[in-house]
């Protein structure tokens, strides 16, 4: 088998050569760091390595499987990337950030810690901007990633490192973060798959597990891949108060919607949309019509309060935390930190009350329209991708030559965290012009990640991951 089929090769079908003995955990990671070696000076996806130590624990998986002890969890020998926000223990997270460059964690995330139990080998850390703040994925501290498909273009963020490693073939699984679609704006830009899980779902880091926009969740190739880090990473842990009771473990999923009442929009109400995402958004409507499910537009009341809403709620919260670091390390800072301080002195408490007002009307219409629907279907973002190096408080950025603001109108993922106990996956819905992918998101109803799971698993034949010639 050629070490590039290694790379890309499905968690699943490598389970299930580890467990024959006609493939060893060691080949894979072996070939996926090769791979490294080739293709990291070109897009920047790899902040830490740890190869040495992953050589090891893949030597120790190869030794489990042809053993009589067997394997130690369901993901045994995996190779796993860690975003640099999710601490290790005795690792360091600097969260993109010249201010932690140093820092190392003295606990592992809960998110991060069943992964491990469940048996995956962590080989690299992934880049992300600093504080994950960003839709694209630039530092001071770890440079720009960029995007396999086409190099002058962003992989997404904040979990950009990510999903320019899973394209790339240098990982088989990986985590990212969610706070305004950290994990499915990557997603597409990458052709891959993405989870934001309901709220409380897959337990958080405190304190950040008590503000409801944000989410930890999985990042892979294919949906089954997606389907397996979620089983072992979903239910409650007494380290995190906001996590949901019991254990979810959803079986796989058939991709059966014949039958199914699915929504479908193309602009939420009211984003510009790039031609490319028009037609392939609607390619996927098509798909799904042809699959036998009954699909309809539906209109939202939304505008750009939503975007207004959010912006104030994300500014407040972090633009308070980094406003602390200011006095002793405001040097150290990129210039989009320093401006996310800048943006949030704009609002006023009174403003922050109301972005929740505001979360809970946008909730009142979606729930209630939902109630006809197993789901709803809609762009991931409004173009396929912005420059590497996109600046996001650009006062001129242009869809359609029509302006919009240059972090929030071209993602249409946000809204989704203002109903965060929706879930959400991102999946591609084909490749644009420049070849870079494009994706849609598949909203469920709240908590009803199953539904979700089914009919990304219905598209997947149709629109599932390509790589990239890199």
């Not at 699915?262 to 037609?279: C, E, M």
Request: glycine content about 8%.
């Amino acid at each position: 088998m050629a070490d590039l089929d290694l790379c890309y090769m499905p968690a699943s079908l490598a389970l299930e050569l580890f467990r024959s003995g006609k493939l060893s955990p060691v080949e894979i990671l072996q070939a996926q760091i090769a791979r490294a070696e080739a293709v990291e000076p070109q897009i920047n996806a790899f902040a830490d390595t740890y190869y040495e130590e992953a050589l090891d624990a893949a030597r120790a998986s190869e030794a489990r499987y042809r053993s009589s002890a067997g394997p130690v969890g369901p993901l045994d020998g995996l190779t796993c990337v860690i975003k640099d926000e999710i601490r290790l223990k005795g690792r360091r997270t600097t969260s993109g950030s010249l201010i932690f460059k140093d820092h190392i964690d003295d606990q592992t995330d809960v998110f991060a810690e069943r992964l491990m139990d469940a048996g995956v080998i962590i080989h690299a850390r992934t880049t992300t901007p600093e504080f994950c703040l960003l839709g694209t994925c630039q530092s001071k501290m770890w440079g720009i990633t960029r995007n396999p498909y086409n190099l002058a273009h962003t992989p997404g963020g904040s979990s950009g490192g990510t999903g320019a490693a899973l394209a790339a073939g240098t990982t088989t699984l990986g985590t990212g973060t969610d706070i305004g679609g950290s994990v499915r704006i990557p997603a597409a830009c990458c052709g891959i798959v993405g989870l934001k899980a309901a709220y409380g779902r897959i337990p958080e880091t405190p304190v950040m597990n008590l503000d409801f926009y944000s989410h930890s969740g999985p990042m892979t190739r294919t949906v089954s891949d997606c389907l397996a880090m979620f089983n072992v990473s979903a239910g409650q842990s007494p380290r995190d108060i906001a996590s949901l009771p019991g254990a979810m473990r959803i079986a796989e999923q058939p991709g059966e919607v014949r039958g199914r009442k699915i929504a479908w929009s193309v602009d939420l109400g009211y984003f510009q949309l790039d031609d490319a995402v028009r037609r392939n958004t609607m390619r996927v409507v098509e798909q799904l019509r042809d699959l036998g499910a009954e699909t309809e537009e539906i209109q939202f009341p939304w505008d750009e309060s939503c975007q207004e809403a959010a912006q104030c709620y994300l500014a407040m919260l972090w633009g308070q935390h980094i406003k602390r670091l200011i006095p002793e390390h405001g040097d150290l800072m990129t210039d989009y930190a320093l401006e996310t301080v800048r943006d949030a002195e704009r609002f006023t408490m009174d403003d922050f009350l109301k972005s929740l007002e505001k979360a809970v009307e946008v909730y009142n219409v979606f729930g209630a329209q939902m109630e006809g629907y197993d789901a709803m279907i809609c762009p991931t973002n409004a173009v396929p991708a912005v420059a590497a190096d996109h600046d996001s408080w650009n006062k001129d950025f242009r869809i359609n030559d029509v302006v919009v603001d240059g972090e929030y109108g071209w993602v249409m993922t946000h809204p989704f965290n203002m109903l965060s106990r929706c879930p959400v996956m991102s999946v591609s819905s084909g490749t644009a012009e420049n070849n870079i992918p494009t994706g849609v998101q598949i909203v469920g109803s709240a908590y009803d990640e199953p539904a979700v799971f089914n009919v990304a698993a219905a598209l997947e034949p149709a629109f599932g991951f390509q790589r990239p010639s890199l």
